[in-house]
């Protein structure tokens, strides 16, 4: 039981904790918190692999821009507690087993294809920030491109949403 | 040596193509003085930068310069260039462009003062002499070809100028039309030659042809060359207006009458005989070709000018005169005189401009009216425009010492001379005849005998100099233009051949003729010609001033011929029989209503029909609760999940999967 | 040292929840949480495969994963605000124009 | 008994230091907090030319220990309705966020070594290379706290206060991050050591080697929006007292309300060390290495000061501060003519010194910041930040970056 296993299986559960509160939780402030949790608690276990940037960037941007914009709508549109209608039978009934078992047969199919990965131990290689930011602006730097466009059209999206029609 | 223009000879067509541009694009609102300041500068500019050209070229001992600016089209073996290349041929064809161009652009300025759409007709004019100098200038037949469709672009533009009228529409799809059919003809040239020569650049086609396979095909024999000549021919004839696609030239008068004198008389249309010069190394291979081009030559020449006999609309008599004097300059490239079609090219740009123009001043100065049988008794009026008509029409009609006299008997010397030429001269001299009647019966309607039109309502009146200034010039011109073969009556070298020589090779009409000097044969052969050129006028003065009855009691007498010439041989009836009426038929009938409602539209409306039934059968799992539709999604999820990892079946998909992993991923977006 | 499975189990822990909790959810803003629940996941197997196969593409994506999903969630809660706007409820059940 | 704690203490000795360097620096920043508010108080009472508070100790120096008495000691009420866990957890997450931000702020260069062990004055060890990005993450957190305060008091002057708040912070600190990065590229790390010793590169420079010279409109950005992320004047529109009662802890009362207060102080001393590590050259003296008076100028500045507390003292007015401003006045004293005769202890002072002079420079202008400029109206917040904050720090970065990829060599 090395430390970084414990440290593992801690932030582990509290993600796992996390995310079935994000499901049972009836209030969406509730969930919302809870899936911060995880997020954090990911965060943790990046640090722990050591791929600090990445990180960073998951709390930096997720948790303290995306969900607070989810925050910042479910306060705004003062959404209460969830109704629980049922009209969809088919969700009710075969939902949850449904997804019980893709969960399994994803866990399968790693069992049966990532020997490779079993054998090998990660965390060894600490990824510098600049290696990535070389990566990002050398290889990627395309896709890069591409997504600061996304983003532009993803701004111009939500105005159009957002605006009242005069 | 320095050679700055020749360098960048780019810059000649350049010019027109700015001032067209700016024209076009901002003329819109712009005051007519600027508009015409723009357009003449353009064209004037471009005129002197074509001068300084030629200068360098005789400096610099008048040697082929070819330019390959960059390239335009690369593909395997294929290449073409934006490649300009300037030789004898080319200062002539350049200088009568750029000069009579320019003249003509000064003209329009005064004569479309009152007209619409200024900036309009400016920016297509100098839209047409830039195709006009790439054309003239290109270095292989692509570019070319890009000048020739260009020109043909524009002249459809300015003949459909007054596009509200329905007959200038239609003339203007008309010209277009029947330049296709040759165009066409053109292509396959081209594409013939390519696939014999692998290049299509001039230089090295025509080295290339004189030195391999130099075997000239013989008389019936249909190799290479001949059917390549034959089908280039085929696009000159579109373009030159000759038999049979002469038909859109005489409509194409319904534009402006600036227009017509430039691009219908000077430039455009003078573009086949150009082409046919260019290639003659072609058609001096195949017998058969040049006998094609005497005798399509010949027989346009007489044809048009039958039918100017009885035309009453001035410019039309000026079409048909063009197509027939069109006629003779391929007569001279079918009997070999090349230089001598190309001299006639050159004196004919002048007088014929100058024709039309005059002709624009008289409609100018009727107030619109263009049917000569309303004028009569002008000539008092208006001096100047009957001096300078005069002068051209004694130039067109041969008499001696005007430019046409030289260079028309050039042509009917050399058709003489070639071998079994004789008929051909004899139509060309009756021609001739018929040539010195019509345009002096237009002269003498036009300007003499009594004025057959409301003095009152039209208010005849000189033009401005503006208008009158291109006509003087153009006077001189088509006097003094055909001096460089004044020599050659004395025995003298005849300058002009002698200047294409390096191009066409000396001309070949030194043999002994029924034991006559090749002199003495040329003075009498000139005598002869000056003969039948006063006998037309005599004719003419005879008819028309002296007994003006008399064209009526002839046409009475002879109603059939009359009617029929009248009618134009009924050649435009004739093709609306033939082809035009079958090709409705054949596009109404079969294409619209069996193939596109029958057969597409079924097709379309099927597939339609079918998804809807579809559609109806599935629509019912489409509860609209997003649940379910979450549901649905877990479920194709986990199938193809289990497809891709659980069944030994998919192997295969999962090979093909694994080919495009990360890492080749990556290697996709890398740069 | 924690083996990279370890990391790649919790990771389809994570995923499965998420599907679980985007069927179960009638909230339409719970639902595109879980969504980004899913999404997380999935950048926890990314890093993990990165970091034991020591090469960073897979970072690389995470931050691009990160990135389309602060573009996803800016869209999609401003379509979440109209919905709300126009159909005064967040219960996607009650939000069904789309049945026949 | 004592060699087992010994050997106990060797084997966990990373363990212990940091959990007592936790304390200590708990303990200084919550004391700091106390005496700022009591400084803000008299700086703003001076700046309104009124006495402040004096009643409570010899120029009411005891007053913080009255108000922390005041927070432990009232009533508590919880509102009806509010949503319990949230509304709990809210000041906590905020005054928990505030403190951990200071764990990554280095204090000084070198390690004091104490028992054999090296200590360096920060709790996180000095080569953690995401510094500033942990600082990030955390300010990114800390919207939070103040969001879900607002919103779980059910009521409607919080829930708007919250709004604001959030929004607010979220636009800010666009330009917050924008900001540093030219100081990033300069540093050319995120380490904050690093980032201050970047600006030592040319030590006979001093003051003139900071990145303040440079990145002069950086600077005036990240102090800008970081006073906005800590929504003071003239950015306090989260709690802006004449609309919206008190913002966001309206509902907060005694010791809840303390812990907004204090987190609020703990990040105006968050931003102020970073200004001084990333502006002002850190631990930095501004004099060149060459001038070794400057190593006793501490002590020059402790003495005078000690001096003149004393003279104060005798003369005021209460027994109670004839007392005790004498007793502090030669404290103080003391430990300047210590720092004279001990230079090894004058050594690990220097760099403490300058950083905390600095600090307290910009604490100095937080507070009179406060006592000058009125508050901005809500939209003029806004446009301010998107529409002159965020391109001008966007501009600086780009330029910058230009001027560095020019400077380096091919």
């Known amino acids: 039981m090395t430390p970084q296993l414990l440290v593992f299986f801690v932030l582990a559960a509290l993600a796992v904790i996390g995310a079935l509160s994000l499901m049972l ?117 395309y896709p890069f491109e591409l997504t600061s466009f996304l983003i532009l059209v993803a701004i111009m999206g939500a105005l159009v949403l957002a605006q009242r029609e005069k | 040596m320095q050679t700055p223009i020749l360098d960048c000879l780019w810059i000649i067509p350049l010019l027109p193509l700015l001032g067209g541009a700016i024209n076009g694009l901002f003329g819109k609102n712009w005051p007519n003085k600027m508009v015409n300041t723009v357009a003449v500068g353009s064209t004037g500019l471009s005129f002197l930068v074509a001068l300084e050209a030629v200068r360098e070229f005789f400096a610099q001992g008048q040697q082929l310069v070819r330019k390959e600016y960059f390239d335009w089209i690369l593909a395997g073996d294929f290449r073409v260039g934006f490649d300009l290349q300037m030789d004898q041929l080319t200062v002539v064809m350049l200088l009568v462009v750029t000069g009579v161009g320019w003249l003509i652009h000064i003209y329009s300025a005064g004569y479309m003062a009152h007209e619409g759409g200024y900036y309009r007709f400016f920016s297509y004019l100098n839209l047409f002499m830039f195709f006009m100098l790439i054309l003239v200038l290109a270095a292989n037949y692509v570019l070319l070809f890009v000048g020739w469709e260009g020109v043909g672009l524009s002249s459809y533009l300015l003949i459909g100028f007054y596009f509200l009228k329905k007959s200038a529409s239609d003339a203007g799809k008309k010209a277009f039309i029947v330049n296709r059919i040759g165009d066409f003809g053109f292509m396959l040239g081209m594409f013939l030659l390519f696939r ?22 013989v008389w019936g024999q249909f190799g290479i060359f001949t059917v390549a000549c034959l089908l280039l021919f085929m696009g000159a004839c579109g373009k030159s207006a000759q038999l049979p696609l002469y038909i859109w030239l005489p409509d194409a008068m319904e534009g402006p009458t600036p227009v017509s004198a430039l691009i219908h008389a000077a430039t455009m249309v003078t573009a086949g005989v150009y082409v046919v010069a260019r290639s003659h190394i072609l058609f001096t291979h195949s017998e058969t070709a040049m006998v ?70 008289v409609i100018h100065a009727m107030g619109g009216e263009q049917d000569m049988r309303k004028m009569g008794g002008l000539s008092k009026k208006i001096k100047w425009t009957f001096g300078t008509m005069l002068t051209a029409t004694m130039a067109i009609a041969g008499i001696p010492f005007f430019a046409g006299f030289f260079s028309k008997d050039a042509i009917l010397l050399s058709a003489f001379t070639s071998p079994g030429g004789h008929p051909l001269y004899a ?195 489409q509860s609209g609760n997003t649940r379910s539709y979450a549901v649905w999604v877990v479920v194709g999820a986990i199938v193809v999940i289990a497809v891709i990892f659980f069944w030994p079946g998919a192997k295969p998909v999962i090979g093909a999967f694994q080919g495009l992993h990360l890492q080749t991923l990556m290697e996709k977006v890398r740069p | 040292m924690v083996p990279a499975i370890y990391y790649v189990v919790l990771s389809a822990i994570l995923f499965g929840l998420g599907v679980i909790a985007f069927i179960f959810k009638r909230n339409i803003i719970s639902i595109f949480m879980s969504i980004e629940l899913m999404l997380n996941a999935v950048n926890l197997a990314f890093v993990a495969f990165s970091q034991s196969q020591g090469n960073l593409d897979g970072q690389i994506f995470v931050l691009f994963v990160i990135i389309v999903a602060a573009a996803e969630a800016a869209v999609g809660l401003g379509i979440i605000i109209l919905i709300a706007r126009n159909r005064q409820s967040l219960n996607v059940e009650r939000v069904d124009l789309l049945k026949l | 008994m004592i060699d087992s704690l010994t050997t106990f203490l060797n084997a966990h000795a990373f363990l212990i ?105 920060s709790i996180t060890p000095p080569d953690l290379n995401i510094g500033l990005l942990v600082l990030f993450a955390i300010t990114a957190l800390s919207v939070y706290g103040v969001a879900l305060a607002g919103w779980s008091s059910n009521s409607k002057y919080p829930l708007l206060g919250g709004l604001r708040s959030s929004a607010q912070m979220i636009s800010y600190e666009l330009s ?58 003239p950015f306090d529109l989260p709690e802006a007292e004449s609309e919206l009662v008190a913002g966001f802890h309206t509902e907060y009362a005694s010791f809840k309300f303390a812990m907004f207060f204090i987190a609020e102080y703990t990040s105006m001393i968050t931003v102020s060390c970073l200004c001084t590590i990333m502006f002002f050259g850190g631990w930095l003296s501004p004099f060149p290495a060459s001038w070794h008076f400057a190593f006793y100028l501490p002590s020059l500045i402790l003495i005078p000061f000690g001096l003149w507390v004393i003279w104060d003292g005798i003369r005021y007015e209460t027994i109670w501060g004839r007392v005790i401003l004498p007793g502090i006045g030669t404290a ?76 380096s060599p091919k």
């Open chain 2, 292 to 361: 094609v081009v005497a005798i399509v030559g010949c027989a346009t020449a007489f044809f048009a000018a039958t039918i100017g006999l009885v035309q009453t609309d001035i410019k039309r008599v000026l079409a048909y005169s063009t197509v027939s004097q069109l006629g003779y300059m391929f007569l001279a490239c079918g009997v070999g005189a090349f230089s001598a079609g190309i001299f006639h090219l050159m004196t004919h740009a002048f007088f014929k401009a100058l024709l039309f123009l005059a002709a624009g001043s």
């Open chain 2, 196 to 217: 014999t020569f692998h290049t299509l650049d001039f230089d090295a086609l025509f080295k290339a042809v004189a030195t391999q396979n130099a075997t000239t095909e």
């Open chain 1, 25 to 141: 939780q009836k209030h969406p402030i509730h969930s919302a918190l809870s899936l911060i949790v995880v997020m954090v608690a990911l965060a943790g276990l990046y640090l722990l692999m050591g791929a600090e940037f990445v990180a960073a960037v998951q709390i930096i941007v997720y948790g303290g821009a995306i969900m607070v914009l989810f925050v910042f709508v479910i306060m705004l549109l003062n959404a209460g507690v969830e109704e629980h209608s049922n009209f969809s039978k088919l969700a009710g009934y075969a939902g949850v087993p449904l997804g019980i078992a893709l969960t399994g047969f994803i866990a399968a199919a790693i069992a049966r294809s990532t020997v490779s990965v079993q054998a090998a131990t990660p965390g060894a290689s600490i990824a510098s920030t600049g290696d990535i930011s070389r990566m990002l602006f050398k290889e990627f730097v």
């Open chain 4, 332 to 407: 103080i004293a003391l430990i300047g003519i210590a720092l004279v005769v001990f230079p090894q202890v004058n050594d690990y002072i220097q760099a403490p010194f300058w950083f905390l002079a600095k600090v307290f420079a910009f604490l100095f202008f937080y507070v009179w910041m406060r006592g000058t400029l009125p508050r901005l109206r809500y939209d003029q917040l806004m446009s301010f930040g998107w529409k002159l904050l965020l391109p001008l720090s966007i501009a600086n970065v780009i330029v910058t970056s230009f001027i560095i990829l020019l400077r």
């Open chain 4, 17 to 121: 230091i940091t959990i007592v360097k936790i304390a200590l620096l708990l303990f200084i920043v919550l004391t700091v907090n106390a005496y700022l508010t009591w400084f803000e108080r008299k700086m703003v009472a001076h700046i309104q030319s009124r006495w402040g508070p004096h009643r409570v100790g010899p120029h009411g120096l005891l007053q913080p220990l009255a108000d922390g008495a005041k927070f432990l000691l009232k009533e508590d009420p919880t509102p009806a309705g509010v949503d319990k866990f949230v509304y709990y957890l809210a000041p906590l997450l905020a005054l928990t966020l505030a403190l951990t931000s200071l764990a990554v702020i280095p204090f000084g260069p070198d390690p004091i070594r104490v028992l054999g062990h090296d200590i360096y004055l």
């Open chain 2, 427 to 621: 139509i060309g001299l009756l021609t001739a005849l018929l040539t010195a009647f019509y345009m002096f019966r237009l002269i003498f309607l036009t300007f003499h005998g009594q004025p057959r039109y409301d003095e009152h309502k039209v208010h005849v009146h000189e033009s401005p100099w503006t208008m009158l200034g291109p006509l003087v010039i153009l006077a001189v011109l088509s006097v003094i233009g055909g001096w460089f073969a004044l020599p050659a009556f004395f025995q003298g070298p005849d300058y002009f051949a002698n200047f294409l020589a390096p191009i066409f090779g000396g001309e070949q009409h030194a043999e002994l003729v029924g034991g006559m000097s090749p002199h003495f044969l040329e003075l009498t052969l000139a005598g002869v010609a000056v003969a039948s050129a006063l006998i037309g006028l005599g004719v003419a003065y005879w008819f028309y001033v002296k007994t003006p009855s008399k064209p009526e009691q002839l046409a009475k007498s002879l109603k059939p011929i009359y009617t029929t010439l009248l009618n134009k041989y009924y050649v435009d009836e004739l093709y609306a029989a033939i082809i035009v009426k079958p090709l409705v038929w054949i596009s109404q009938q079969v294409l619209w209503q069996a193939v596109d409602v029958a057969v597409i539209d079924g097709t379309v409306n099927g597939v339609a029909d079918t998804l809807t039934g579809v559609g109806d059968g599935v629509r019912h799992t």
């Open chain 4, 176 to 233: 917050m991050t924008l900001s540093v990065v030219g100081v990033l590229l300069m540093a050319n790390s995120f380490n904050l050591s690093k980032i201050i010793m970047a600006q030592a590169a040319h030590p006979e420079r001093g003051i003139f080697g900071w990145n303040i010279w440079p990145q002069l409109i950086g600077f005036f950005c990240f102090f800008t929006a970081a006073v906005a992320e800590t929504n003071r004047v």
